[in-house]
């Protein structure tokens, strides 16, 4: 039966960012879980659980169009519609433009902003037809200014934000919130522990603490709402 509660889509659940996301919008909400991850996604939901929540694993490739549709057809048979949608899924290649392969562009387009173009497709009709809905996207710095080893994420990060941009527009007049968090740093998380062994903790921001912000602009009073804010731990330059 679907929940009594307003259910909420956190695409891209892996140990970091994706976790955190879910843990805290399960407070309040019907969670579910979406990552190629199958093991991982019932560990999560499993977890949830035993504290009361409701979270309903759904495994499949984030960025494949048919996968997209059972997902959410799954989710609203079990669930409900989403009210809301975090679109966390990122695919983060490292190298120069004569080191990138046009298939690594390609594919990084792909998860990062095709896939949000077609997940909001899947939501955003409900959530018209009932006035109301929150979609939000996971930045990153390279949306806004890129490294040059971002060859392939940063163009992929700009179509993203642009795609907030555009849908914050058209659907926030028809009474959904739609926003672009960039993440300016680096998550702490087991691979950015791994591939950046330099960095310490205060270095780093807390899966944690985005998501709290994630929560607080989600639940924005429509008078005052964000479309783009900027997470960095307080080391960052910028």
């Not at 956190?10 to 955190?20: C, H, P, R």
Request: avoid cysteine; glycine fraction near 8%.
């Amino acid at each position: 039966m679907p929940s009594e509660k307003p259910v909420a889509v956190v695409v891209g659940v892996g140990a970091g960012l994706g976790a955190a996301l879910a843990r805290r919008f399960a407070a309040g909400y019907a969670v579910a879980l979406v990552a190629r991850s199958q093991d991982y996604l019932a560990e999560l939901a499993g977890e949830l659980r035993s504290s009361g929540a409701t979270a309903l694993p759904v495994a499949a490739n984030v960025a494949d169009g048919a996968q997209i549709e059972v997902a959410v057809a799954t989710v609203r048979r079990e669930l409900g519609e989403p009210a809301v949608l975090l679109y966390n899924a990122a695919m983060r290649p490292f190298g120069r433009l004569m080191e990138t392969k046009p298939s690594t562009f390609e594919n990084t387009w792909r998860v990062n902003a095709f896939a949000a173009f077609l997940w909001s497709q899947q939501v955003v009709p409900a959530m018209v037809a009932a006035g109301t809905g929150v979609i939000l996207f996971t930045g990153a710095t390279a949306g806004t200014r890129p490294y040059p080893t971002s060859a392939a994420f940063g163009p992929s990060k700009f179509a993203l934000r642009g795609l907030a941009q555009v849908m914050a527009r058209d659907l926030g007049p028809q009474g959904l919130h739609v926003a672009y968090i960039n993440i300016d740093g680096a998550i702490d998380s087991p691979f950015i522990r791994q591939r950046f062994p330099e960095l310490t903790e205060a270095d780093m921001l807390k899966p944690a603490a985005i998501a709290e912000a994630y929560w607080h602009v989600a639940h924005q009073d429509r008078s005052a709402w964000t479309q783009e804010i900027d997470l960095r731990p307080f080391k960052e330059k910028f």
